[in-house]
């Protein structure tokens, strides 16, 4: 549903911010505010790319520690806002 | 053994999240054991106040009830134990009226009108309470309120209502009222800003134990903090006058910058206290001394107050202001945050002190941390900032590049935060001057504290290099009952440290530093501080001395009635002002009268009758009788003892006329001899109450800055050898008097006894210590030293308290002065010791009598 959510987010992360570190070490759930990988240049950094990528719109409220802590939760804001995700969550529930 | 905790082995979320809060009975025992080694220690170190210490007890009690109820019964227990801990702190009275005014607030919030409205509403109300807090309308309730209810509701409001208007998810009553009443609040009117959706998301989403320890770990954490903040506060800050060398420079910067150790220990430890039950907070602080940029400053201190910034302007700046390119919004929205980061400490100040705070210093201070990290902010949207992932092995680059920015970063900050800090943008500039002086002009600070910044950075640098680093973000590891050990260990070693029995063993040395550590009572500076608010009728509090503030906060608006303002009028010249002749007033502690002459005391004849022994008692407010009504001043006391028991021998009557002035400091007093002279006395008093030569020096500063006539030729001397001159700014001219403080004191100790002596008559010096503990002594020794070459009879009154419970013989925690106990103390202790030195005191008594007559001046 949101693997290339994922998948996108987690290259951008690794090639922006962490250049040279092992893929492997960032996991879906590892903490990026709360580990001190995002701050909040590069936070918004994630959402211009997002916006950009996935043709989606964040609203101010939205960034913060609740939905961009993690790739998991990245993902899972960008399916509320794709149609596509949105209408595959609901049918597979 | 794991306890029953119904309903919480899968309580489900709305976010998610499965609340757990089962702990084992080992685990819960290990938890309560250190709590309770905790408690010892806040107890040994008497920790922020004995207010904190029942709250602490309270909050540690709770917890072990809390901690074994049903999940859904721990919301509103704590909710109830916050509200037990409002009433403990403020009282039945004072917390019902700063509840119900919450409850007013938030009940506005969830009223069922739209949300424009309901702003609207708030803002009513808020306006009310902003013209009560200013003092424009009356208030029913006490002003000890006012800085509790500020600290709840001032920012929480905000971001409770930013997230009621974006959140979905419903807020619960008891939730709500727990955010805004949260327990360790009564006591903290600086409380960090929670964020309250963290507040609710994190509520015991974690194993309970691991909860429990890092809430533990985080109040040992703020207590080390404390003591630490209490050395520095101690033994480590300088007055700006102080600053002589390269070496006082480098102290005074980094003591200024250390004393945030105090807010960084009181937000641990609050946060701490919370984890306890179960609200799972982000870290407040984080290693803020090793900021490797500016950015890297504003993201490691005060990390709550930074998110909150960003959530509620950064963000919300930037999305609106995009449009005209990233880069643009990035710099506005930055600048905006810290404008709104200004205001907000006005606002604060507001609601905790009552007064509107503008300051050139604030000002300026955000303004240039606020362009250091829009500067900052660009160069790492260009380049980009170094991130590890894992550990890897050591690096020199690593370690040379984070030592070298850190220590440069240190270093601007500590200047920085010095400038804020300063009384005034000319005293700060000021301070600068020590560096062209030389280490040769310090005065005991060591040029090694120059390096302090260097081994900052380089600790800074060997932990970016590989030598601390934590493990990887969101790495899970074991935690178990291990984790209590450190702990453990440190609250033992402080535990140890702290009796008195074993410092002791240590040598003297040790013993002196370690006493005042176990005690918050005010620094040298403080104390000298309130000393010179007594002086000058100010509340010489600046935006940092918060301890002395909190000592003051307490005071009662209309204490006495009357200030010392009210009973003297400006008279120009060396002294300034006098007591307002004929003056009465009605006090909360008794009348007060000043005669016809100007003395607060009866009436006399300017020229004693025949066979009169007559005593001129010149001092400050303790000799005046600042605080006790008329007829309980020792002066009073005394006279109608030595009349009472005179006997058969000696003179026909002791007149004993009081020329004591409120703010009069020892050069002063030269004028108020002067005046005695008048009144033909036999002996002169003269009482000092301690800090005599620094006193002395301040007087003779501002008198020169304002460049009134020195009439006293060996003092304007002095004051034309140190350089000081009209209009010079005044920590300037207090650093270059502060060589000739011995000085300035002996030449007024010398002008009084000699003109008393030089008219026959006895000059008498008495010392009255202060009714209060700490430093305030520090310069007895040297003003007793001047005394005595002075050639005055010496009666010393050090240990008139001794034994006293000085709290029940003063006025207030806030007015040192002594109240009507302790003046008589004073009365029947100077009437022992007048008796002991009875043949010199009383030299003149023969003459006197030989005079012959019993008529009394005194007018009944």
Redo the contacts between chains.
């Keep these: 549903m949101s693997d290339d959510v994922k998948t996108a987010v987690k290259e951008f992360i690794l090639s ?3 250049p040279g ?2 893929p492997a ?3 879906d ?4 505010i ?4 995002l ?3 590069a936070t ?1 950094k994630v959402v ?1 790319f997002i916006e950009e990528q996935f043709n989606v719109t ?4 939205e ?4 939905n961009f802590d ?1 790739i998991e939760n990245i993902a899972r804001l960008v399916g509320t806002k794709r149609p596509q995700d949105h209408d595959q969550a609901r049918s597979s529930a | 053994m794991e306890l029953a905790v119904p309903g919480s082995a899968a309580a489900p979320r709305t976010n998610g999240v499965k609340e757990t809060g089962g702990i084992s009975a080992t685990r819960l025992l290990v938890v309560l054991a250190q709590l309770g080694l905790l408690m010892l220690v806040l107890r040994q170190f008497q920790i922020e106040s004995a207010a904190f210490l029942r709250l602490s007890l309270l909050a540690f009690a709770g917890f072990a009830l809390h901690a074994v109820l049903p999940l859904r019964y721990r919301l509103p227990f704590f909710l109830a134990l916050s509200l037990a801990g409002i009433a403990l702190v403020l009282g039945l009275e004072h917390g019902a009226w700063l509840v119900g005014i919450g409850l007013v607030l938030v009940g506005i919030c969830h009223l069922p009108l739209a949300f424009g409205t309901r702003i609207a509403l708030l803002l009513g109300v808020v306006t009310v309470l902003v013209a009560q807090r200013a003092s424009l309308l009356p208030a029913p309730w006490s002003e000890a309120i006012w800085p509790i209810l500020g600290s709840m509701f001032m920012f929480r409001l905000i971001i409770y209502l930013y997230d009621l208007r974006h959140e979905t998810a419903p807020a619960s009553p008891s939730r709500t009222l727990a955010y805004f009443f949260m327990l360790p609040n009564a006591c903290f009117p600086l409380f960090p800003v929670i964020d309250y959706k963290t507040f609710r998301r994190n509520y015991f989403d974690e194993d309970a134990y691991k909860t429990y320890q890092t809430g533990v770990d985080w109040m040992v954490r703020g207590v080390v903090h404390l003591l630490l903040y209490r050395i520095v506060y101690y033994y480590f800050t300088l007055a700006p006058a102080e600053v002589h060398g390269p070496g006082d420079l480098a102290q005074y910067l980094l003591s200024n910058f250390l004393l945030y150790l105090r807010v960084s220990g009181q937000f641990h430890f609050i946060v701490g206290m919370l984890y306890l039950f179960g609200f799972r907070l982000p870290e407040t602080h984080n290693k803020y001394f090793f900021a490797s940029s500016f950015t890297d400053f504003w993201r490691r201190i005060n990390i709550y107050w930074k998110d909150f910034m960003l959530k509620v302007f950064y963000y919300p700046a930037y999305f609106r202001l995009r449009r005209y390119g990233t880069t643009a919004a990035l710099v506005l929205a930055t600048l905006f945050v810290f404008l709104m980061t200004w205001f907000l400490h006005a606002y604060q100040w507001f609601w905790l002190r009552g007064t509107v705070l503008f300051v050139w210093q604030d000002i300026l201070f955000w303004t240039i941390l606020g362009a250091l990290v829009v500067v900052n902010s660009l160069y790492e949207v260009k380049h980009g900032r170094e991130r590890k992932l894992a550990a890897t092995g050591w690096s020199w680059r690593a370690f040379s590049t984070v030592s070298l920015k850190t220590a440069l970063t240190f270093t601007v900050i500590c200047a920085l935060w010095s400038f804020w800090t300063a009384d005034s943008l000319d005293a700060w500039l000021s301070l600068w001057s020590a560096v062209g002086r030389g280490f040769a002009a310090d005065h005991g600070a060591s040029p090694f504290l120059l390096l302090v910044p260097i081994a900052i950075g380089a600790a800074a640098g060997a932990m970016a290099a590989g030598g601390g680093r934590k493990p990887r973000p969101g790495a899970k590891r074991a935690f178990g009952i291990r984790e209590a050990v450190q702990p453990t260990v440190t609250l033992g070693l402080l535990l140890v440290v702290g009796i008195e029995g074993i410092y002791t063993q240590f040598g003297p040395t040790i013993a002196t530093y370690i006493q005042p550590l176990r005690s918050g009572q005010l620094s040298r500076l403080d104390n000298a501080a309130l000393d010179r608010g007594y002086y000058e009728d100010l509340l010489r509090v600046n935006r940092f001395n918060s301890q002395l503030w909190e000592v003051y906060s307490q005071k009662p608006k209309n204490f006495l009635d009357v200030n010392f303002g009210a009973l003297k009028r400006h008279t120009g010249g060396f002294a300034g002002g006098e007591l307002i002749p004929s003056f009465v007033a009605s006090t909360e502690y008794g009348p007060v009268t000043i005669n016809r002459w100007g003395m607060r005391d009866q009436d006399y004849e300017r020229v004693p009758a025949p066979g009169t022994f007559r005593v001129a008692l010149l001092g400050p407010s303790n000799v005046m009788g600042w605080g006790v009504g008329d007829g309980e001043t020792f002066e009073a006391l005394l006279e109608e003892r030595l009349n009472r028991e005179r006997g058969g021998a000696g003179p026909a009557r002791y007149e004993i006329l009081n020329f004591g002035v409120p703010g009069y400091r020892p050069p002063q007093q030269l004028v108020a001899l002067e005046k005695a002279l008048g009144f033909g006395p036999h002996a002169v008093f003269y009482v000092a109450v301690g800090r005599e030569p620094s006193q002395s020096a301040l007087h003779l500063a501002a008198i020169a800055r304002a460049g009134t006539a020195i009439p006293y030729p060996e003092l304007a001397a002095i004051v034309a050898k140190a350089g000081v001159a009209q209009g010079m700014e005044e920590t300037e001219a207090r650093r270059r008097l502060q060589p000739f403080h011995d000085d300035i004191l002996a030449a007024v100790y010398g002008r009084i006894a000699d003109e008393c002596r030089r008219r026959g008559i006895v000059p008498v010096w008495i010392f009255l210590p202060q009714v209060r503990e700490g430093t305030w002594q520090e310069e007895t020794p040297q003003t007793v030293r001047a005394a005595e070459a002075a050639g005055f009879v010496i009666i010393d009154l050090g240990d008139v308290y001794q034994g006293q419970d000085l709290g029940a013989i003063r006025l207030a925690e806030w007015d040192q002065h002594p109240n009507a106990r302790a003046h008589r103390l004073i009365a029947g202790r100077l009437y022992e010791e007048l008796q002991a030195k009875r043949g010199a005191v009383f030299a003149g008594e023969g003459a006197a009598a030989r005079a012959g007559g019993t008529a009394t001046s005194r007018k009944e």
């Design positions: 922006e911010f962490l570190e092992d070490e960032l996991t759930s590892t903490p990026l709360s580990g001190g990988i701050d909040s240049i918004l211009l964040f609203e101010a409220h960034v913060d520690r609740e993690s």
